[in-house]
């Protein structure tokens, strides 16, 4: 079935460490996004990308970094530079970039959590 | 700007009976609206989705939803409640942009026996 994987599902990230998270899809869509989640606040896109080697910045992208090399992989670094990073993590991916009644496909997420 | 508005942060309902989680959206033209699901640790299911024509929608797992464009509402419905309902439901609307999604702070499910 096609679907899309994160993992880990749970990763612990150091003071001062970089981590990536990863997001794989086999749906053959165009656009992929990411979210991160925390209680009460509902989801907050990060970055979203409409194409291969194109992305852009959602409402809170600072502290993090996006790559789209493949059409199927769309990974989240998460930086030193991301003071709160504890949160859970979602990725999601639409058909294609244009239409916005397409609704989203969703990952099981990541829970990313400091030591 | 687009927004939603789940008013309800939790709510509580017993086993069997009828549910109905509130909507409201701040949208200029016809929204492109869906109710997802989320169960714990997992990620969120679409249960319904309206995009115009009836303003009464069936989704999945039984559940409905009404739009009322005079009310800004899309208001979530259930006959009868399952206690494998237990979850947290999004309310969402389509952006005008035309690739972004907008979704509620959410509304938790508690099914109490």
């Known amino acids: 079935d096609g679907g899309i994987t994160q993992s880990p599902k749970y990763l612990f990230r150091k003071e001062g460490q970089n981590v990536t998270l990863s997001c794989e899809q086999n749906?053959?869509?165009?656009?992929m996004y990411w979210y991160r989640q925390d209680p009460g606040q509902g989801l907050r896109l990060i970055y979203y990308?409409?194409?291969?080697?194109?992305?852009q910045k959602g409402d809170i992208a600072e502290g993090y970094s996006v790559s789209r090399e493949k059409k199927e992989s769309f990974p989240l670094t998460v930086t030193s530079a991301q003071k709160n990073p504890t949160a859970f993590y979602l990725c999601?991916?639409?058909?294609?970039?244009?239409?916005?009644?397409?609704?989203?496909?969703f990952g099981d997420g990541t829970r990313l959590s400091i030591l | 700007a687009q927004s939603v508005t789940q008013p309800d942060i939790h709510i509580t309902v017993s086993e069997g009976a009828s549910l109905e989680l509130r909507c409201n959206y701040s949208?200029?033209?016809?929204?492109?609206l869906f109710w997802y699901v989320q169960s714990p640790g997992q990620g969120l299911q679409l249960l319904l989705k309206?995009?115009?024509?009836?303003?009464l929608v069936q989704g999945i797992k039984g559940f409905e939803a009404e739009f009322k464009r005079s009310q800004s509402s899309f208001n979530l419905r259930k006959p009868s409640v399952h206690w494998s309902d237990a979850a947290e439901y999004f309310c969402?609307?389509?952006?005008?942009?035309?690739?972004?999604?907008?979704f509620g702070a959410g509304t938790r499910l508690f099914v109490k026996a």
């Open positions: 999601a991916s639409t058909p294609s970039a244009q239409g916005r009644g397409q609704p989203q496909h």
């Open positions: 749906l053959n869509h165009d656009a």
């Open positions: 990308s409409q194409i291969v080697n194109d992305f």
């Open positions: 949208y200029g033209a016809t929204p492109y």
């Open positions: 309206y995009f115009s024509g009836d303003t």
């Open positions: 969402a609307v389509g952006d005008t942009g035309g690739f972004k999604t907008i």
